[in-house]
């Protein structure tokens, strides 16, 4: 079974602090992703990574950064972390490889609040 | 652009069948996932189409028309643990990614 962990089920931060939200999966996947789930708006795509060392902005970027500096970990960089980023943040992972399907298998999520 | 549409909230009874619609509007189309997420937990994969027609899996089935830009999530002799959100996700690579895109998902409350 695939497993994708995350760092923290919870975090609480204060305004202004760099956040390190660390994910690693256990599949050997190609890719990796970082949402933030919010009441009444879903899943929205921060970013991904096909590769190690490569990233892609997704939908909603701004305010934050990623890094994959080895294939089985992807990390959510909050520079300065706001209150408007309090939020579940969720990683995900998928075989890529050309796979037709490619489902995604997600982690347990990260709850962080920005006081 | 995408936009994928589901209702918000739907009930239903337990031993009865429900069937929740995901419409979308892309520009190319890759296929269309169904995953469910329990209150607290992370999304899991249910289902995946790509071609038109009805999958079935157990007591979940999948339908995808195409030309419609419609698919729905059946779920058959529901049970109390079927109370989750369900989340449709749409992949649309005209704009060069095969990332799916998410809709907003539908909270499903099943009652005895």
């Known amino acids: 079974d695939v497993k994708v962990t995350q760092s923290s089920r919870y975090l609480v931060k204060r305004t202004g602090e760099k956040v390190f939200l660390e994910c690693v999966q256990d599949m050997d996947h190609e890719n990796m992703f970082w949402y933030r789930q919010d009441p009444g708006l879903g899943l929205r795509l921060i970013y991904f990574?096909?590769?190690?060392?490569?990233?892609e902005k997704g939908d909603i970027p701004e305010g934050y950064s990623v890094s994959r500096e080895k294939k089985e970990r992807f990390s959510l960089i909050l520079e300065s972390a706001s209150t408007n980023q309090t939020s579940m943040y969720l990683c995900?992972?998928?075989?890529?490889?050309?796979?037709?399907?490619?489902?995604?298998?997600f982690g347990p999520g990260t709850r962080l609040t920005v006081t | 652009g995408q936009n994928i549409d589901q209702p918000t909230e739907m009930t239903a009874t337990e031993g009865a069948i429900v069937q929740i619609n995901c419409t979308y509007q892309?520009?190319?189309?890759?296929?269309l996932f169904w995953y469910q997420q329990h209150a607290g937990e992370a999304p899991t994969f249910l289902s995946y189409?790509?071609?038109?027609g009805l999958e079935e899996k157990g007591r979940f089935s999948s339908f995808l028309s195409r030309s419609k830009g419609y698919s729905y999530l059946l779920l058959k002799e529901l049970q109390m643990k079927d109370s989750a959100s369900y989340l449709c996700?749409?992949?649309?690579?005209?704009?060069?990614?095969?990332?799916?895109?998410f809709g907003r998902g539908t909270s499903l409350i099943v009652h005895p």
């Open positions: 892309t520009s190319g189309f890759n296929g």
């Open positions: 996700a749409v992949r649309d690579p005209a704009g060069g990614s095969y990332i799916p895109t």
């Open positions: 995900a992972s998928s075989l890529g490889q050309g796979d037709l399907e490619d489902e995604q298998y």
């Open positions: 990574s096909y590769d190690v060392k490569m990233k």
């Open positions: 189409n790509v071609l038109d």
